[in-house]
């Protein structure tokens, strides 16, 4: 709650979050001979409330008693805003292990929520994982003395993510009272056009399909592990295709982009034990991959622009990598006034009051070949939205990267190229 007391009138908000979350679950384990089974099984319920009022007036009575009891100006403001949702899942999951060599896991989730329509509120996120312990095969005892485990594994599964805000399906006529225009001595109550609403809103799901393989060495102490992944993340929360200001609306976002994911990770580590007290681990990580949008309704081809203060481009386009950076690209300076002429119209450029170009100006390259530079498409540059590092953890940590450009984050400039 917060309250200020400026020229002769007072002010209050308050704001409250109510969040309530409840996770139940229950377990089993059973071993029959070489055979173990493990089950679980559970649900989760997430409730959330806000609520926020806000409230002012003028007339203060007396100013060494900010007070709402003690105004009595006809002027005042009374507004109140909130939202609720709610999320309610079950889960469960099995292990099989055979011999502990063949190993299973089945994982399963059911959801459903409130932000969602009646028709699109639930969903089943399933996925299934495989690996085989070679390090116990009998054929492998030769490798005792040295190799402690090897373990390949693979696994695909799927998740849900709703984390939108509640009623982006309803459209909302949010009704105001006026705190800066008053007619016949008060503030007149207004109301808008409501919001317009996506045609479809339901989960974003990701899928991810991963190999990898775990080994350690010479008693442990040497330990490594890889892991080859692809995701696909299909209804990505975005907004919609680019609409002319003649609309009069904000794009709505809704499930409108997909979004494949590959890279990989290495992973080696050292472990020692120097007494029986102290011990030490040092470890290495390698990784890479790489994002492109696979799906997304952009006809004209409109290169992402940036967003003020914002590191989500306003639209995507098919083939995109997020991140990536449009730019110029030059080609030197101007030599001299031939050079000028046998070059393609780049007056797009501002270059002076008078807009001459000069030799000694940039020179800019001609992707396309029109004769013309502004701002159609043609080159992207820089950063693959991916992350490249290394890491050193030995009680402290720190990372490496490389081949990545980095954009600032409050002044993003994203320039048109020719």
Same mark, same amino acid.
């Given at each position: 709650m917060t309250?200020?007391?400026?020229?002769?009138?007072?002010?209050?908000?308050?704001?409250?979050?109510?969040?309530?979350?409840?996770?139940?679950?229950?377990?089993?384990?059973?071993?029959?001979?070489?055979?173990?089974?493990?089950?679980?099984?559970g649900l989760n319920v997430e409730d959330q409330r806000f609520d926020s009022t806000y409230i002012q007036r003028d007339g203060i009575i007396d100013p060494t008693q900010p007070n709402l009891s003690l105004l009595n100006g006809t002027n005042y403001v009374l507004t109140a805003a909130g939202n609720e949702w709610s999320i309610f899942g079950i889960f469960f999951r099995g292990n099989y292990a055979y011999k502990d060599k063949y190993l299973v896991e089945i994982n399963g989730r059911y959801d459903g929520s409130s932000k969602f329509p009646s028709y699109s509120r639930f969903g089943f996120f399933p996925s299934i994982s495989a690996g085989w312990v070679i390090s116990k095969e009998n054929f492998m005892d030769g490798t005792a003395g040295w190799l402690n485990n090897l373990k390949l594994r693979a696994s695909v599964g799927s998740l849900g993510n709703g984390q939108i805000n509640p009623y982006l399906f309803n459209p909302i006529m949010s009704v105001r009272q006026s705190g800066g225009i008053s007619i016949n001595g008060g503030f007149p109550t207004y109301t808008s056009a409501p919001n317009v609403i996506p045609t479809g809103l339901t989960w974003e799901k990701s899928t991810t399909v991963d190999e990898g393989v775990d080994a350690s060495f010479l008693q442990n102490r040497l330990r490594i592990s890889f892991d080859y992944y692809v995701r696909y993340s299909t209804g990505n929360f975005t907004a919609g295709q680019p609409l002319p200001a003649v609309f009069?609306?904000?794009?709505?976002?809704?499930?409108?982009?997909?979004?494949?994911?590959?890279?990989?990770?290495?992973?080696?580590?050292?472990?020692?034990? +120097?007494?029986?007290?102290?011990?030490?681990?040092? =470890?290495?990580?390698? &990784? /890479?991959?790489?994002? *492109?949008?696979?799906?997304?309704?952009?006809?004209s081809g409109i290169i992402p622009y940036s967003v003020p203060y914002s590191l989500t481009p306003a639209t995507y386009y098919k083939g995109?990598?997020?991140?990536?950076?449009?730019?110029?690209?030059?080609?030197?300076?101007?030599?001299?006034?031939?050079?000028?002429?046998?070059?393609?119209?780049?007056?797009?450029?501002?270059?002076?009051?008078?807009?001459?170009?000069?030799?000694?100006?940039?020179?800019?390259?001609?992707?396309?070949?029109?004769?013309? +530079?502004?701002?159609?498409?043609?080159?992207?540059? =820089?950063?693959?939205? &991916? /992350?490249?590092?290394? *890491?050193?953890?030995?009680?402290?940590?720190?990372?490496?990267?490389?081949?990545?450009?980095?954009?600032?984050?409050?002044?993003?400039?994203?320039?048109?190229?020719?």
């Amino acid at each position: 709650m917060t309250a200020t007391n400026t020229n002769n009138m007072l002010t209050r908000a308050t704001a409250v979050t109510q969040y309530y979350a409840a996770n139940l679950y229950a377990s089993a384990h059973k071993n029959f001979g070489d055979h173990a089974v493990q089950l679980l099984a559970g649900l989760n319920v997430e409730d959330q409330r806000f609520d926020s009022t806000y409230i002012q007036r003028d007339g203060i009575i007396d100013p060494t008693q900010p007070n709402l009891s003690l105004l009595n100006g006809t002027n005042y403001v009374l507004t109140a805003a909130g939202n609720e949702w709610s999320i309610f899942g079950i889960f469960f999951r099995g292990n099989y292990a055979y011999k502990d060599k063949y190993l299973v896991e089945i994982n399963g989730r059911y959801d459903g929520s409130s932000k969602f329509p009646s028709y699109s509120r639930f969903g089943f996120f399933p996925s299934i994982s495989a690996g085989w312990v070679i390090s116990k095969e009998n054929f492998m005892d030769g490798t005792a003395g040295w190799l402690n485990n090897l373990k390949l594994r693979a696994s695909v599964g799927s998740l849900g993510n709703g984390q939108i805000n509640p009623y982006l399906f309803n459209p909302i006529m949010s009704v105001r009272q006026s705190g800066g225009i008053s007619i016949n001595g008060g503030f007149p109550t207004y109301t808008s056009a409501p919001n317009v609403i996506p045609t479809g809103l339901t989960w974003e799901k990701s899928t991810t399909v991963d190999e990898g393989v775990d080994a350690s060495f010479l008693q442990n102490r040497l330990r490594i592990s890889f892991d080859y992944y692809v995701r696909y993340s299909t209804g990505n929360f975005t907004a919609g295709q680019p609409l002319p200001a003649v609309f009069g609306a904000a794009v709505p976002n809704g499930n409108n982009a997909n979004l494949r994911t590959s890279g990989w990770e290495f992973s080696p580590s050292w472990h020692s034990n +120097i007494t029986k007290d102290l011990s030490f681990s040092v =470890g290495l990580v390698l &990784s /890479d991959n790489t994002s *492109e949008i696979t799906k997304f309704y952009n006809p004209s081809g409109i290169i992402p622009y940036s967003v003020p203060y914002s590191l989500t481009p306003a639209t995507y386009y098919k083939g995109m990598h997020p991140g990536e950076i449009w730019g110029f690209v030059t080609e030197g300076l101007f030599r001299d006034q031939q050079d000028i002429n046998s070059h393609a119209n780049q007056s797009y450029f501002t270059v002076s009051n008078s807009n001459v170009i000069l030799p000694g100006d940039i020179k800019f390259r001609d992707i396309n070949n029109k004769g013309v +530079i502004n701002n159609g498409k043609g080159y992207a540059c =820089g950063s693959r939205g &991916s /992350d490249d590092h290394r *890491e050193f953890d030995a009680a402290v940590s720190f990372r490496l990267q490389s081949g990545r450009d980095v954009e600032g984050y409050f002044d993003r400039r994203v320039l048109p190229v020719a």
